[in-house]
């Protein structure tokens, strides 16, 4: 996750316009450790940036993820979710309601490459499904949402 200092200096660098929409994209997305989906984000900025459209938070993920300054989750849900840590790390996914956990841990990191025909492999991430906590607790919500 980068700094405003440091998001500015990538944007020169890189000669991509820095616009506010831009800046409270990504402010956003790294200030939350859900993963949101471009709707989710789109939700919680729309109050503060009456102008900004679901088109712009798409356009602006899809522009952060060419700058390489945001990653996208695989997720069993067809929405896609994004996160600011591009940083090897892995994730834990509910099943039920769609919460996606950062998984921390070196042993993942650690992995093998795999002898995939004429693969060149360039990263992995690994992604375990299961129910979070609150969804383990509660039986009634087994129901897998979005497929
Ligand atoms: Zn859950
Ligand atoms: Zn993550």
Redesign the pocket.
């Known amino acids: 996750m980068k700094n405003r200092e440091e998001v500015r200096t990538l944007f020169k660098t890189k000669k991509v316009p820095l616009t506010h929409q831009r800046l409270a994209v990504y402010e956003e997305l790294s200030g939350r450790r859900d993963h949101p989906s471009a709707e989710a984000l789109y939700e919680s900025l729309r109050k503060a940036y009456p102008s900004l459209s679901l088109a712009t938070v798409y356009k602006t993920l899809q522009t952060l993820h060419e700058m390489g300054m945001v990653a996208r989750v695989d997720s069993p849900a067809a929405q896609a979710r994004y996160d600011a840590i591009v940083e090897t790390h892995h994730h834990a996914v509910?099943t039920?309601?769609g919460?996606i956990e950062d998984l921390f841990d070196p042993r993942l990191d650690a992995l093998p490459e795999p002898k995939a025909a004429g693969f060149v492999i360039s990263g992995h991430s690994v992604h375990f499904h299961g129910?979070?906590a609150?969804?383990a607790k509660a039986p009634s919500t087994r129901t897998i949402k979005e497929k």
Do not use: H, S, V, Y
């Open positions: 509910c039920a309601c919460r129910l979070c609150k969804c």
